[in-house]
């Protein structure tokens, strides 16, 4: 994909984020890995609602600026995350709701209730809350990546990866999916909770080709 095809598809990605009310105008960040020695990635203060691919902001693999924008908070720890995480070109950050409800407590999200989310998610890893846009942070968040595809950040967000956008994006929507799941499972349903068990996620994790030894 050429440069600017790459920008234009950030943007879209970004403006289905907050269409679909899984993140606030002035939040979340997006960022693809170009040509393995460069990073696409969202700038800081614009309407995620009308992003154009001509925003997306060029940064070199130490986070110096190629292009003229103002880079987002989190560029270290998109950063991090890429130095970690070999295998991945794509790294999606936001804010859904009820996603977001559960890093605000010490509840886990359910990724086990149905064979689809725990196919394309495994087990979520949570990262401690650090403040925003430091590198203890970035360290962090980067650490919990090298395990886990969904990363749950305490009293922040959800930051999910893929080796592509669409891949990163779709696994923060499972990952919400999910929370809204677990929320019904455990309320209304609580009683009649039947999740799968090791046997059946054992098989998922053949079938998905992952190895939870």
Same mark, same amino acid.
């Given at each position: 994909?050429?440069?600017?095809?790459?920008?234009?598809?950030?943007?879209?990605?970004?403006?289905?984020?907050?269409?679909?009310?899984? +993140?606030?105008?002035?939040?979340?960040?997006?960022?693809?890995?170009?040509?393995?020695?460069?990073?696409?990635?969202?700038?800081?203060?614009?309407?995620?609602?009308?992003?154009?691919?001509?925003?997306?902001?060029?940064?070199?693999?130490?986070?110096?600026?190629?292009? &003229?924008?103002?880079?987002?908070?989190?560029?270290?720890?998109?950063?991090?995350?890429?130095?970690?995480?070999?295998?991945?070109?794509?790294?999606?950050?936001?804010?859904?709701?009820?996603? /977001?409800?559960?890093?605000?407590?010490?509840?886990?999200?359910?990724?086990?209730?149905?064979?689809?989310?725990?196919?394309?998610?495994?087990?979520?890893?949570?990262?401690?809350?650090?403040?925003?846009?430091?590198? &203890?942070?970035?360290?962090?968040?980067?650490?919990?990546? &090298? /395990?886990?595809?969904?990363?749950?950040?305490?009293?922040?967000?959800?930051? +999910?990866?893929?080796? +592509?956008?669409?891949?990163?994006?779709?696994?923060?929507?499972?990952?919400? +999916?999910?929370?809204?799941?677990?929320?019904?499972?455990?309320?209304?349903? &609580?009683?009649?909770?039947?999740?799968?068990?090791?046997?059946?996620?054992?098989?998922?994790?053949?079938?998905?080709?992952?190895?939870?030894?």
């Amino acid at each position: 994909m050429k440069l600017n095809a790459c920008r234009e598809e950030i943007a879209c990605f970004m403006r289905r984020l907050y269409e679909q009310g899984l +993140t606030t105008t002035s939040g979340g960040n997006l960022s693809v890995r170009f040509a393995r020695n460069k990073i696409l990635i969202t700038p800081s203060g614009s309407d995620k609602g009308r992003m154009k691919g001509s925003e997306i902001g060029v940064m070199d693999m130490e986070g110096n600026p190629i292009s &003229k924008f103002k880079p987002s908070i989190e560029g270290s720890m998109h950063m991090m995350i890429y130095r970690a995480r070999p295998d991945i070109d794509a790294i999606v950050h936001a804010h859904p709701v009820v996603a /977001s409800a559960f890093a605000a407590t010490d509840a886990k999200i359910n990724c086990s209730l149905i064979a689809e989310s725990y196919a394309v998610l495994g087990e979520p890893a949570y990262a401690p809350y650090l403040l925003m846009g430091t590198r &203890k942070l970035a360290e962090a968040v980067a650490e919990s990546a &090298k /395990s886990a595809n969904c990363v749950v950040m305490k009293n922040h967000g959800i930051l +999910t990866v893929g080796k +592509t956008l669409l891949e990163a994006f779709d696994r923060l929507e499972v990952l919400e +999916t999910s929370a809204k799941m677990t929320l019904i499972a455990d309320g209304f349903l &609580k009683d009649r909770k039947r999740p799968l068990n090791k046997t059946d996620m054992a098989d998922i994790d053949r079938l998905m080709r992952r190895n939870r030894s």
